[in-house]
């Protein structure tokens, strides 16, 4: 009979430490791992095997096909991650937060996967969100901070929860970032094209994206998401040429990349991890009025009491002289959050901004992201393949991928 272990996390979870401590099997609680074979399932696991090929030219769970993991889809890469896992025999699984960054189709593929091999593997499930539960049996435990409770069953363990429900009534600060831009239209794609090495990832596509606009961009790993969105930020030279309009310049006629980034506020998980050196996340969530690490020059009265505003709402006033670094990956991703928030930008892109919260803190930043909305002074481009069931986009685009390419549809 299998030994199934599922491990809920929060905010206040050190998960990285915990993970860490499996790794080098010195963690009491888990001190029947010392002889066993234990391979881990994590987009840090797939993050190492990427820097070996980089650096080490050594492809490891890449070896039967010429593309790189790095090119891959997250569908692609944990499809490859998993493959290699399996063919290793190991008698354990760690699997951190499995389905983040997969769209719905293969979270599916995946979950009756995980089901098939824990008839003959021990899974151990560290997992944010309820809804990502196997239905396995399994020993239930609540990480917090660096300690474990043990539940009696999965019922127990969501009778403990608190009932999330969308807040109504939340106070934005005022925004005093005012930018002189008149035209209502911010962005528009005409007829834009994009290949690469003779692959085309986007077809022909139209879109317009207006002041006070709230869209959910939807679409399966692989169908273009991320290119799309780096042609925005001003990040990706491949709309030289094309009807490709940033806040009412062509592509190429002289915007700098800076003039851009004052407008847009931007969130993407693999942000955190670019971010090192000692800041605090006060500090962390000022830098994003002048999309600067740390604090080169001092920050105005009116600037530090918005960030506090904002750190306040996302319910981490008491941790705002926290070391960045020394903070939890949860507490990391809301601080990151609130940077590309802070400024009320004329258009906030958030890119799977709920991967790795908790239930709580994704429920209270859905119910953020919604009163911003109806605010209408932010444009906003919502991207998630998980379905939050309290989000309320007016618009959805969806990218569909053919042979040709990812044309672009919109569905509301």
Known sequence: MQHHITIFTSNQSNTKLFIDSLSKKNNADFNFLSNKKVLFFSIAEIHKFIKEEEIHDIKTITKHTKQS?????????????????????????????????????????????????????????????????????????????????????????????????????????????????????????????????????????????????????IGKNGSGKTTLLSMITGENSKGYGQELYLFGNKKGTGESIWDIKKKIGYFTPSLVDSFKGNHSLLHMVIGGFTDAIGLYTKPTETQKSEAEKWLKIAQLSTLKNKLFNEATVGQQRLAMLLRAIVKQPLLLILDEPTAGLDDESATLFISLVNQIASNKQTAIVFVSHRKEPNLEPRSILELQITPNGSNAKRLK
């Open 69 to 217: 993991l790095k090119s891959m889809s997250s569908g692609e890469q944990k499809k490859a991650l998993l493959n290699y896992i399996l063919t290793q025999k190991p008698e354990y699984i760690v699997l951190d937060n499995p389905y983040d960054n997969l769209d719905i189709a293969y979270q599916t593929i995946l979950k009756k996967l995980l089901i098939d091999i824990s008839k003959n593997v021990n899974l151990i499930l560290i997992i944010s969100r309820q809804e990502d539960v196997l239905p396995v049996k399994s020993n239930i435990y609540k990480l917090h901070k660096n300690r474990l409770t043990a539940y009696s069953s999965l019922q127990a363990y969501k009778a403990s929860r608190q009932k999330n429900t969308p807040l109504k009534t939340l106070t934005i600060p005022k925004n005093n970032n005012v930018v002189n831009y008149k035209d209502n239209e911010l962005i528009r794609f005409k007829n834009v094209s994009v290949a690469y090495n003779n692959k085309q990832i986007l077809n022909n596509i139209s879109w317009s994206i207006c002041k006070g606009d709230f869209w959910q961009l």
